[in-house]
């Protein structure tokens, strides 16, 4: 069961989430999960609940992506650790990747924005920012990726040929977009609810999520 409590004053949303774990508590042993946003917002949260019942313990405070990954490590098999899809791994596969592509067809808007000049500070500025865009594509439009990857496909944008030059080489790349798509098909198509899921899930403050 999915419930939603709107409010803009933060200590209310606290107290109601105590209240809910007080009126309705986890057996002993099995940790509380309290999705989150910020570590900021986590240690305040966690210093409400302490407030409220006498003591936090047995809680996790999570960011979103980093549960979503828990769940497949949990859910899916052979899924690693980490991803080579995760923005600080993609940002040092791009910035080799920059200087070796700029010269080919279809990357002309990187070229031209490069230009002469050799700093390297400038294409490492660069493969931040498209780092960061692929891993919000990674999150926000997973269907822009899973078109991306599609074999046999000639795309005309730079950012889809560059996609497809990271994945180079892997049958099926292993990144959040994919990975979401098999667990949604494992939920649906189980009639039992798969060992490890959580009794219950709190997201606690988050104004927006991907769908």
Sequence with gaps: MLKVVYS????????????????????????????????????????????????????????????????????LPDVPDTSIYDKDVMLWRLYPLLAKCRQQVGFEAIDRYLGDDPDPLKRYELAYRIADSFDQYLMYRPDWIQAWEQPNTDQPHWQARLWQQLTIGAEEAVHRANLLLRLQQLLTQSDRRPKGLPQRIAIFGISALPP
């Excluded at 042993?29 to 407030?51: C, D, G, K, M």
């Design 8 to 75: 803009n004053d933060m200590r209310q949303l606290a107290a109601l989430l105590a209240e809910q774990q007080q009126r309705e508590p986890l057996p002993p042993l099995q940790i509380e999960t309290v999705i989150v946003q910020s570590n900021e917002l986590a240690r305040w949260l966690s210093l409400s609940l302490a407030n409220y019942h006498g003591i936090a313990s047995h809680i996790t405070f999570p960011y979103p992506s980093a549960y979503i990954w828990t769940l497949f490590r949990q859910l």
